[in-house]
């Protein structure tokens, strides 16, 4: 089950009694919101995008959409979200519980800059019901992070 993986990964790094597990749904922004009471910009949701042949995530505020300008100017390539079909397989997660905590070898994570707005931020754990809060040091340390990314556009 994805939540072990993601359980397993946060227990080696000391952070497995901060996952916060729900008896409703925090498959999406809004539901994870509500699951939490917060507002749905602090939850950070994880995207899963396919570049050529390798399976990327960025993690990015819940208010936000990706920009598909800047997009393409960062990766020399159109945004192409994986298929719902392709997640798990290459990810590690299913949807709804993405995250960049105990995924698959070979998968490159991107924080992306609208996070940078909040002290502490929300992220699945590996399950449709489940979040942990982290600051935005923690969250760099624990999704191994390749780079601050700057690919969304933030609401108006």
């Known amino acids: 089950m994805s939540i072990e993986k993601a359980r397993e990964y946060l227990r080696s790094c000391g952070f497995e009694d901060k996952i916060q597990e729900f008896t409703v ?7 994870a919101a509500q699951a939490l009471g917060v507002e749905g910009a602090r939850i950070a949701k994880t995207m899963s995008f396919k570049i050529g042949e390798e399976a990327i995530l960025i993690v990015a505020a819940g208010d936000v959409r990706i920009d598909n300008r800047k997009y393409k100017d960062k990766f020399h390539t159109k945004a192409k979200m994986l298929a719902p079909d392709e997640v798990e397989a290459l990810i590690g997660h299913a949807i709804g519980g993405v995250c960049p905590f105990g995924i698959n070898e070979g998968v490159t994570v991107y924080l992306d800059e609208s996070l940078k707005r ?7 754990c590996g399950s449709s019901n489940s979040a942990i809060e982290l600051t935005i040091p923690e969250l760099e340390k624990l999704s191994q992070f390749t780079e601050w990314v700057d690919v969304c556009k933030l609401p108006e």
């Open 25 to 31: 749904s925090s498959a999406t922004v809004e539901l």
């Open 118 to 124: 909040f002290e502490t931020v929300f992220p699945a």
